[in-house]
């Protein structure tokens, strides 16, 4: 079942197994934007259940012309967007979940002292990155975490590529200048303080 073609046939054909397959290949990619774009944990499940229904439901739509992992995203970005408009939510990044599981996932070898530091950095770094533009959010998501091309990324979001590298580079560049500032200011405070 690793042929794309084969899978979708089945799945149109009504082969619920062939569906679950499809489901569990592609739902990190599906939870990763929706964990990036959704607040609320309430709203996720929903969000992702709504995802995976539009895919099954537009599978016959599919013209294989991008990979399905691109199609699969767009549907999951767009889905995102129209149900937090609906909401009127803003997008923001809240990875409680994320960092549950991270902190579940560390050996016990490494000291508190370091757990401590690299926790505050990285909710340091998400707190920066959920205030970034929603637009710059989503293309960090989809390059870093998701590790898309360009290309791919151009094709989910359908926007040139240039556009894409272009945000790419004003998001990181804007994240670094906003945790720089953010760390000399505490630097200045607590050497002050």
Request: proline share 2%; glycine share 2%.
């Amino acid at each position: 079942m690793t042929d794309t073609k084969e899978l979708i046939e089945k799945i149109k054909a009504g082969d619920t197994h062939s569906f679950r397959h499809l489901i569990v290949v592609y739902e990190r990619l599906v939870f990763n934007i929706v964990f990036r774009m959704v607040a609320h944990a309430t709203d996720r499940e929903d969000v992702c259940q709504d995802i995976f229904v539009k895919i099954y439901e537009n599978l016959s739509k599919f013209n294989h012309e991008a990979k399905l992992s691109t199609w699969i995203a767009r549907i999951a970005i767009n889905t995102c967007i129209n149900s937090l408009k609906k909401k009127s939510v803003p997008l923001f990044d809240d990875c409680t979940a994320e960092e549950e599981a991270i902190e579940n996932a560390l050996p016990e070898k490494i000291s508190a002292d370091r757990h401590t530091v690299e926790q505050d950095t990285s909710q340091r770094l998400q707190h920066e990155i959920s205030r970034l533009p929603q637009q710059y959010r989503t293309i960090l998501t989809l390059f870093h975490l998701e590790e898309m091309s360009y290309t791919e990324i151009a094709q989910i979001l359908d926007m040139p590529e240039g556009t894409i590298k272009s945000y790419l580079f004003r998001a990181r560049k804007l994240l670094k200048k906003r945790l720089i500032d953010k760390y000399e200011q505490e630097e200045l405070w607590h050497a002050n303080a």
